[in-house]
């Protein structure tokens, strides 16, 4: 099947509206290349406002969601205060947010359940640690990881993607070898379409972590990645763009 790559930036706890024209930047060439890549980006809350009203119809995206639709949470923002604020998608289970924020796969699942109820697309990350590559158990982990926070309904189609995330080459410049890369994508692929049936050929899954101008083409090239998640290289246009634009060939 046939899937239309995604190139979606995290911002992470980067980004003010002194940095709307990187976003105008980069959602013009989204449109020149519109039909050949998706592209989207995933901006700190506070800047989603501004941002979409500065690219309107360009995805924005916001970096978690809390799985509730209100209540006394503290400094949390639920599905309808993203739409709101004109979010079309959402991250949700970033390793960042799993590690510091103790955020358990069933709590990833009700996000990303969530998520999809109200409408927006949704990103769900998953990946193994350093000592988890290490020891030779990494294909173990991250399906268990992923067959434990798959939402359990609303996520087949284009609405829906899984990020595979290895924790050790986020923002380290490691990244697996390519084979290693394959062996994972095609592991996740069977757990969604062992959740989902057919529907979980049509779930894109991108690969992230230190994904660069120069090692994207190689990277988009292996089978069942269909796009990636990118942090760093993402906060500027003349990094992001070439990395889209391999995703678009
Ligand atoms: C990320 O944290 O989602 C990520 C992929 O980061 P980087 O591209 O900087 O490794």
């Not at 599905?79 to 947010?97: P, Y």
């Not at 173990?140 to 595979?164: I, K, T």
């Not at 979980?200 to 998640?229: H, T, W």
Request: glycine content about 10%.
């Amino acid at each position: 099947m046939t899937r239309r790559k995604l190139v979606a930036g995290n911002w992470k706890m980067h980004g003010t509206s002194a940095d709307l024209d990187e976003i105008r930047a980069i959602a013009d060439a989204a449109e020149r290349l519109k039909g050949r890549v998706d592209v989207a980006l995933c901006v700190p809350a506070t800047l989603i406002h501004r941002a979409s009203d500065a690219v309107p119809g360009f995805p924005i995206g916001g970096q978690d969601l809390h799985h509730q639709e209100k209540g006394a949470h503290t400094g949390d923002i639920c599905a309808a205060m993203l739409h709101d604020a004109g979010a079309s998608l959402v991250i949700v289970g970033h390793s960042e947010r799993r590690d510091a924020h103790r955020e358990e796969d069933e709590h990833v699942r009700a996000k990303a359940e969530s998520g999809l109820r109200s409408g927006l697309s949704v990103i769900l990350c998953v990946g193994e640690s350093d000592a988890d590559r290490s020891a030779g158990r990494a294909v173990e982990v991250v399906s268990r990881q992923l067959d434990a926070s798959l939402p359990r309904e609303g996520a087949a189609g284009s609405n829906f993607s899984v990020a595979y995330e290895p924790i050790w080459a986020i923002g380290t410049g490691k990244i697996p070898s390519t084979a290693e890369i394959a062996e994972m994508h095609s592991a996740l692929r069977e757990r969604l379409i062992a959740a989902y049936g057919a529907e979980g050929q049509s779930v894109r899954i991108l690969y992230g972590g230190s994904v660069k101008p120069s090692n994207a083409s190689e990277i988009f090239a292996i089978d069942d990645v269909d796009g990636a998640l990118v942090g760093g290289a993402s906060l500027k246009a003349s990094d992001f763009l070439p990395i889209v634009e391999a995703a678009a060939t």
